[in-house]
């Protein structure tokens, strides 16, 4: 007999499509079902090698074992008149049409139910990568960092052109991901990256438009210029990516005039204002000193660089709000506002200008005017993320949950890995009691930033409206240790049996971080039932001038006493409502 028909007889052809049919059903269910547990990429990798390396052991098994009545036995111990190779053969070829179908099944689900819903992502669209720095120094970062986030802003400029913002194309920066999948993690069709190397009076940049589906090069050039011609050079680089992509500058002229270059065009001065930038995003509270040095000078070389003053006023009331108190705070935030009045009176349409005063109106609880200058930044910027969500905040803080929603998400069209964006989103959802949806929301936060406890502890917050006392406390217990476990522990237990460990709870958060968390105390209080603690915490909260504050009317835990005369007492010392379309628990 011909080894053709040897290896037919044995049924090694059929093992062979049974066993590559059930890897590939394998694979498939693995890459859509892995993720919602949040179980690494890497996993998946490692099964289909082990389904490769697997391959040759199932036919080496086909060709030397046969399936018999009395079990599995070697082929060559089995009598040629008692061999069922021919029954098992058919048995086989009814096990792989049904695998078959299952994967078809499957295959169409995925393209018709799972994937329906998911956005297209459209050929107008693009991410700026940060720019590789390849002069040498690490202390010229901000340069790099700083022409990336230029192209970010100038392309921003042409109409119909979806422009990732800086905080999620820039967590790509030395990524190993290829261009396909960072395509697909933030929703652009093209990939805009390269690398600049200042040396003295020159600089060069390298420049490549990719295709983010095949890696593919749509465009690609190198420019070697001196540094004081670096504004002309930014703008053929822009040019020639908009040429390459079809598209044309806006239509209306304010939009337009939206830019990081100061008046006089001084060098030194824009390299001054992308230091500022550059130390204001590491957020720590020696980094912000710095961004305000490098603020002064710019403002120094060019008095009428208004972004300048504008990123001093930002950096002074952040600096304020996060590490300073007493007289200190209060002189940063006398001299923040002057910054900011500044810059508007040398560019009143200057987006940048009215997001950070909108900011600023609302830690006085001027909500009307903070409104109304985040219309304006969006009038000036339609499609700044920033300005997108600090207006959904607004209006969830006014008790407008339903119109917070639709802005947060459209935030994330253009800023689709912030995770406070998703957080933001979870407890609006929340509040209308879509709880699964809120769930979705937070889980997406904590897989781009699993270290984070806030996140974790809004996971548990969501178990404890269910109502799920031991679902609530496992989430608890799974928060990274600091305060916001401390927190979700004491929600977790007030909704369990043990009434000594709920008081405990308690206590541990008053005792360690009474000022900082007295938001959340409240919180406690309320889902405890004790109204008069929850109203004399919310006391405390608004002397220390809480940002849990903002999150009043949709707390679905402190709505359950708004018929308490001292609710809306306390809404109106806020300058708040007292309705809101938020649901409590009941």
């Not at 389904?51 to 080496?60: D, H, M, Q, S, W």
């Not at 961004?291 to 660089?305: G, K, N, V």
């Not at 109304?372 to 407008?400: C, I, K, M, W, Y």
Request: hydrophobic share 45%.
């Amino acid at each position: 007999m011909s080894l053709l028909a040897e290896l037919r007889r044995r049924n090694v052809y059929r093992a062979a499509v049974l066993y590559a049919a059930s890897a590939w059903l394998l694979v498939q269910v693995a890459t859509q079902v892995f993720p919602f547990f949040h179980i690494a990429e890497w996993v998946v990798r490692w099964i289909v090698v082990a389904a490769v390396i697997g391959f040759p052991f199932a036919l080496l098994f086909a060709w030397f074992y046969e399936w018999t009545p009395q079990g599995i036995q070697r082929e060559s111990e089995v009598a040629p008149e008692a061999s069922i190779t021919r029954q098992t053969g058919r048995k086989l070829d009814r096990l792989i049409f049904v695998v078959m179908g299952v994967a078809i099944v499957l295959l169409l689900t995925d393209r018709f139910v799972l994937r329906k819903d998911a956005p297209a992502i459209s050929d107008n669209s693009i991410a700026v990568l940060p720019l590789t720095n390849e002069s040498g120094d690490k202390d010229q970062q901000f340069f790099s960092d700083g022409l990336s986030e230029n192209f970010i802003v100038a392309l921003s400029q042409f109409s119909g052109l979806k422009v990732i913002g800086r905080n999620s194309s820039f967590q790509f920066r030395d990524a190993k991901d290829d261009s396909k999948s960072i395509g697909q993690k933030l929703g652009v069709a093209t990939l805009l990256e390269g690398s600049v190397q200042r040396a003295g009076d020159a600089v060069r940049i390298s420049a490549e438009l990719i295709r983010a589906a095949d890696g593919s090069t749509m465009w690609t050039q190198r420019y070697d210029r001196p540094y004081k011609d670096l504004f002309a050079l930014q703008d053929d680089i822009t040019q020639s990516v908009a040429a390459a992509l079809k598209t044309k500058l806006l239509a209306n002229d304010t939009a337009a005039t939206q830019t990081d270059r100061p008046p006089s065009g001084n060098l030194d001065a824009y390299s001054a204002y992308l230091q500022g930038k550059f130390y204001f995003a590491r957020s720590s509270e020696a980094d912000w000193r710095k961004a305000l040095e490098h603020y002064a000078t710019a403002t120094q070389i060019d008095p009428r660089y208004a972004l300048a003053w504008v990123g001093s006023s930002h950096a002074r009331a952040w600096l304020a709000a996060q590490y300073l108190g007493g007289a200190e705070a209060e002189r940063l935030n006398t001299q923040a506002r002057s910054d900011l009045d500044t810059a508007l009176k040398l560019e009143p349409n200057l987006a940048a200008a009215r997001m950070v005063r909108g900011e600023v109106l609302t830690l006085d609880f001027d909500w009307s005017g903070a409104e109304a200058e985040f219309r304006r930044a969006l009038q000036f910027e339609p499609n700044n993320s920033d300005a997108l969500e600090n207006l959904g905040v607004l209006f969830g803080t006014l008790g407008h949950p339903e119109q917070a929603i639709p802005l947060v998400q459209r935030s994330l069209i253009t800023d689709p890995l912030r995770p406070g964006g998703f957080l933001l989103l979870a407890r609006y959802l929340a509040s209308q009691d879509h709880l699964d949806e809120a769930e979705q929301s937070i889980r997406k936060a904590i897989a781009l930033q699993p270290v984070a406890g806030i996140f974790d502890a809004t996971l548990a917050v969501i178990e404890v409206q269910r109502g799920d006392a031991q679902a609530a406390l496992a989430e608890a217990e799974r928060t990274l240790p600091g305060n916001w476990q401390d927190y979700a522990l004491a929600m977790a237990q007030q909704i369990g049996n043990d009434r000594a460990a709920a008081d405990a709870a308690l206590r541990q958060v008053i005792d360690k971080d009474a000022d900082g968390m007295a938001f959340q105390i409240a919180q406690v209080q309320a889902l405890r039932g004790d109204p008069d603690q929850a109203f004399a915490w919310l006391d405390h909260a608004f002397a220390n001038r809480d940002p849990g504050l903002q999150f009043l009317l949709v707390d679905r835990f402190l709505l359950r006493y708004q018929g308490d005369p001292r609710f809306a007492a306390f809404c109106k010392k806020m300058g708040l409502p007292a309705t809101t379309t938020a649901k409590a628990l009941p």
